[in-house]
């Protein structure tokens, strides 16, 4: 119940193109879902993230779609340009406590290439 | 922009051997993390800490792994005797209200 389903594995994308990549929970206690871009040898970057009270987040190209209902949220990247070529992780955390409850549950994640 | 340091960037040892990976987290942050990524596969928790203790733990962090803070700035994760499948990617991470910023990670190869 605590997993956190992504796909695709992999994703190639022209310039200009919208890149997009689903996500999916099962534990109703998840209040926070942030997605994380990784390049190679570096550790994951915040992207953008969103809470279930709203149905979706813009910042920028990068959108962040939420269906609370499905229990499924994606990232759409609009306009992807090869530096957006990375790694890409869902992530989904519990209602936090002062002690507990934050932890970050992450998904497979998604290898994005964006051809130019 | 203030960042989370880690280090070593890379670490070979013998299993057997212990290991203590090094991280110095954001000044003002006051949660801090340990998770693993094993090549190819996803980001896992292992550990969070607070107020000088463990607040939480998952199925991986077991009796091996411990976790300080020495002084005012680090934050270790200590690994007393390797096994070769703890070789991955190793990263510290602290957090102010949502955020967690993540370090660069080291890389741990058990021989």
């Known amino acids: 119940q605590q997993q956190v389903k992504q796909s695709p594995q992999s994703l190639i994308v022209q310039k200009g193109g919208i890149s997009i990549i689903n996500c999916a929970y099962e534990?109703?206690?998840?209040?926070?879902f942030p997605w994380y871009q990784q390049f190679p040898g570096k550790g994951p970057a915040l992207l953008i993230a969103?809470?279930?009270?709203?149905s979706e987040k813009k910042e920028g190209r990068f959108t962040i779609s939420f269906n609370k209902s499905a229990k499924q949220f994606s990232l759409h990247i609009m306009d992807s340009q090869p530096g957006d070529s990375a790694t890409y992780f869902c992530?989904?955390?519990?209602?936090?406590?002062?002690?507990?409850?934050?932890?970050?549950?992450f998904g497979e994640g998604t290898q994005l290439t964006v051809n130019p | 922009e203030p960042e989370v340091t880690q280090t070593p960037s890379h670490q070979v040892t013998q299993m057997g051997q212990e290991v203590i990976l090094r991280c110095v987290p954001i000044?003002?942050?006051?949660?801090f993390y340990w998770y693993r990524q094993i090549l190819g596969q996803k980001v896992e928790f292992l550990v969070s800490?607070?107020?000088?203790?463990?607040?939480?733990k998952s199925e991986i962090f077991d009796d091996q792994f411990s976790v300080e803070r020495p002084d005012g700035s680090n934050f270790t994760l200590k690994i007393r005797s390797t096994k070769l499948e703890d070789s991955a990617m190793y990263f510290c991470?602290?957090?102010?209200?949502?955020?967690?910023?993540f370090g660069p990670g080291t890389r741990l190869l058990v021989l």
């Open positions: 991470a602290s957090r102010v209200e949502e955020t967690q910023y």
């Open positions: 534990n109703t206690a998840f209040d926070y």
């Open positions: 969103i809470r279930p009270d709203v």
């Open positions: 992530a989904a955390r519990g209602a936090v406590g002062e002690t507990s409850g934050s932890r970050l549950t």
């Open positions: 000044s003002n942050h006051l949660y």
């Open positions: 800490f607070y107020n000088n203790e463990i607040s939480e």
